[in-house]
């Protein structure tokens, strides 16, 4: 039988803003007072938070796609009883998190786009409201980081922008007028909870916007499972970074088979992050029998809390 004290860790997206973290205490905060219900409705709970908030690349803050109008979500959850559900590329709902938890009342596990709507929408979730502000300004900024010649991001250089991205970002580019500098562009901002109850369940949730720029249909590590995020008998682990890099790695299962191991929860996470180049942004959260914790190869917003 699990003794430790439950505990909740929340986390804001590796390279995002260190100013996130009171939204990220501020969800633990949310979180905790569900901890005594289960680890799932915890976590549910934290990103439920962190997608209303609006600052955050999830749920009401999430990034544009490239095309300057198109919004598509990842979210999932999971935890250490069996539950699992993910959606992906979908589009219209406020709180992705929700979706993901309805598909996992259904026979599958992850389901994408108009089917992924739908079910939300039968559900009787709440649909997206307006794009914000900022979210406009951050893809301005995006737009004219990609016109300057800057990378779009690890991997991805001047001639995959120039085969691929090139007209939809000259057609966003006529719809917007200059914004934010580009050096304020390009964070992640994703967000994600993992939990521990006092019956020793494990659960973890992560919702996203995707990685900016991305093209419509992109689908990144969050709603993937053991790639962003795992749960079983012996913990909890939620990844936050440049998707295309963690699929590779598997990163979720692979920090969660070593924390079964019995390797240090710390050492683990640090461990996974190793794995990456350092331009490849990278963050982790985790939780496991005895400890809690994060760690980033960036700055990223988290907060913990224990209950009981
Ligand atoms: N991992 C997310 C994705 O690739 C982005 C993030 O964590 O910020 O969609």
């Known amino acids: 039988m699990e003794t430790a004290k439950p505990a909740l860790v929340v986390h804001g997206g590796a390279g995002a803003a260190k100013e996130l973290e009171d939204g990220c205490a501020s969800a633990a905060e949310r979180g905790r007072g569900l901890l005594g219900v289960s680890a799932l409705a915890a976590a549910v709970a934290a990103v439920v938070s962190l997608e209303d908030d ?49 598909v996992a009342q259904t026979p599958h ?9 739908l079910l939300a929408r039968r559900a009787g979730l709440a649909p997206s409201g307006q794009v914000s502000q900022r979210v406009r300004q951050e ?15 690890p991997g991805a250089d001047g001639e995959a922008y120039a085969r691929f991205w090139e007209r939809e970002a000259q ?7 200059p914004g934010m500098s ?7 901002d994703t967000v994600g909870a993992v ?32 790639s962003g995020f795992y749960a079983g008998p012996h913990g909890a682990v939620a990844a936050t970074g440049v998707g295309e890099h963690i699929v590779r790695h598997l990163l979720a299962h692979q920090v969660y088979g070593w924390i079964a191991d019995g390797m240090p929860l710390q050492r683990a996470l640090e461990r996974g992050v190793s794995l990456f ?15 809690a914790g994060a760690h980033s190869n960036r700055g990223m917003p988290w907060a913990q809390v224990q209950h009981g």
């Open 54 to 102: 609006g600052r955050y690349n999830a749920g009401s803050g999430a990034a544009l796609c490239l095309d300057g109008v198109t919004v598509e979500m990842d979210a999932s959850v999971m935890d250490s009883q069996g539950t699992l559900g993910a959606v992906a590329c979908l589009r219209g709902i406020r709180n992705p998190v929700l979706a993901a938890q309805e």
């Open 109 to 117: 596990w992850l389901l994408a786009g108009d089917g992924a709507a």
């Open 139 to 153: 893809h301005r900024a995006m737009l004219s980081r990609l016109h300057s010649g800057m990378p779009s991001g």
């Open 171 to 177: 057609l966003a580019a006529q719809r917007g007028a």
């Open 182 to 188: 580009p050096e304020s562009a390009g964070r992640s």
């Open 195 to 226: 939990a521990r109850d006092a019956d020793g369940v494990f659960a973890v949730a992560c919702s996203t916007g995707g990685t900016s720029p991305s093209l419509q249909g992109r689908v990144g590590d969050t709603p993937i499972i053991g």
């Open 277 to 291: 180049a350092p331009d490849v942004e990278i963050g982790l959260i985790a939780v496991s029998r005895d400890s």
